[in-house]
Antibody, heavy 126, light 106 residues
């Protein structure tokens, strides 16, 4: 059974950079888009961005240019770095998976999220 | 950016009742619309995709419809485990966006 597990610091200071990692256990790593989503009390669920096995990325303009998503295929991990943190970045951060092929078998995926990690709470505070 | 608006924010219902939740998009998203259920301390759970297709393992009491800008999720007979927050999400274009949620409470 495929599982996603987020890891990283629970507390980060304002203006610092957050680094989170999502570890994928079980299943293929190459046939998916690997995504970060967060949930804040104020703005609810927000799509942050994705990375594919090939290294291609897509970011929500709301988070560019302070976000970078990277991938380590040897470890079956992908990571999120978010800089210039403020209290508004306090959130539960989730990683999630999207199939590489859409329902018609074309690359590009169907962008709904069937598999999620459990989430990790990140608090931005001094 | 396509803004997703859900209504009502909170719905107070009794077990066994039929409920309908609404989701409106600020521009057409055709049928690229998903619904999720979220319980406290858990990630969202996919219920519906492509506006009306139930995800694997989702009970038949959950149904959904709509296209363009107006969508709805219906739970035909609320069970105790259905009390949760429900979100819609479009995937018609970038960035993907979610609605603010409807809380279904007892």
């Amino acid at each position: 059974q495929v599982q996603l597990q987020e890891s990283g610091p629970g507390l980060v200071k304002p203006s610092e950079t957050l680094s989170l990692t999502c570890t994928v256990s079980g299943g293929s790593f190459s046939d998916y888009y690997w995504t970060w989503i967060r949930q804040t009390p104020g703005k609810g669920l927000e799509y942050i961005g994705y990375i594919h096995y090939s290294g291609s990325t897509n970011y929500n303009p709301s988070f560019e240019p302070r976000v970078t998503i990277s991938i380590d295929t040897s470890k079956k991990q992908f990571s999120l770095k978010m800089s210039s943190l403020t209290a508004a970045d306090t959130a539960v951060y989730y990683c999630a998976r999207v199939d590489y092929f859409d329902k018609n078998g074309n690359p590009g995926g169907d962008w709904f999220f069937e598999l999620w990690g459990r989430g990790t709470l990140v608090t931005v505070s001094s | 950016e396509t803004v997703m608006t859900q209504s009502p924010a909170t719905l107070s219902v009794s077990p066994g009742e039929r409920v309908t939740l609404s989701c409106r998009a600020s521009q057409s998203v055709t049928t690229t619309l998903a619904w999720y259920q979220q319980k406290p301390g858990q990630p969202p759970r996919l219920l519906i995709y492509d506006a009306s297709t139930r995800a694997t393992g989702i009970p038949a009491r959950f149904s959904a419809s709509g296209s363009g800008t107006e969508f709805s999720l219906t739970i035909s007979s609320l069970q105790s485990e259905d009390f949760a927050v429900y979100y819609c999400q479009h995937y018609n274009n970038w960035p993907l966006t979610f609605g603010g949620g409807t809380k279904v409470e007892i």
